[in-house]
């Protein structure tokens, strides 16, 4: 029970990846605050950690964007007001605002350039910016943000990488500021098999899996247990960093 009685707070917790989170932190003791864009998906997460074989702590679920300040912002307040604190904020929302993933630069649209940087940082800034004055008052505080591999470099991700690297730099800028008591990491997964694999031609599916050492595709449940190590007490003597979970793929030139 590495996060017993801790309150865990998970973006995006309606998709396979933030639920994979979701569900390692409740099977490790956690309260959880689950907030998703989809009220269909977030029911359908909720629906699974309360057939949790092992039991659950409590659960606040809302449907919420929140690259919407105002959205983020009441439901931090709500969070806290519910559980009087939250321990740790997993920052899991994220993605490219288009159809096809791979364009190159000179045909990216401006409106998939701003939706690409809004849906990587703006709920990420909008959560800490709710949640990390508990915390910091607390002297206790872990954030995971889920970065890519790709903020390395990726041919046809300039948006995608760019975004990226400004969450591992917001990450190290987040790990200077609000030392010593808040721990701020990122995690940069490599391809997982979410709805973002399924949706990508097979070709290039199969060209990302021979390109890691493993051969094969992540799973959010890779990505979980690198979420559960860097939210517990475990990674006490850890911040500023950037974790792969890639499978040894490193993009970039
Ligand atoms: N899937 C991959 O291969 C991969 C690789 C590297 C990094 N990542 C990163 O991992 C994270 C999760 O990606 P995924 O592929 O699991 O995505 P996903 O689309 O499968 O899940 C993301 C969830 O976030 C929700 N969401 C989207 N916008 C939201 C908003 N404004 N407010 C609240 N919820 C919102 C969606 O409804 C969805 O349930 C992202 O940050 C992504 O960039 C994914």
Known sequence: MRLKDKVAFISGAGGPMGLAIARRMAEEGAHLVMTDISGSRLDAAVAEIEALPGGHGKVLARRASVIVQTEAANLCAEALQTFGRVDVLVNVVGGIADKVFYRPFLEISEARWAGTFDVNLSGTRYLTRGLAPAMLANRYGRIVNIASVDFAGEWGHADYSASKAAVVSLTKVLAMEFAPHVTVN??????????????????????????????????????????????????????????????GIWPGL
């Open 186 to 247: 990122c995690i940069a997964p490599g391809i997982i098999n979410t709805r973002a694999a399924d949706a990508m031609d097979p070709e290039k599916r199969a060209e990302l899996k021979n390109r890691n050492l493993l051969k094969r595709l992540g799973e959010p449940i890779d990505v979980a247990h690198a979420a559960l190590f860097l939210g517990c007490d475990e990674a006490a003597f850890i911040t500023g960093e950037v974790m792969s979970v890639s499978g």
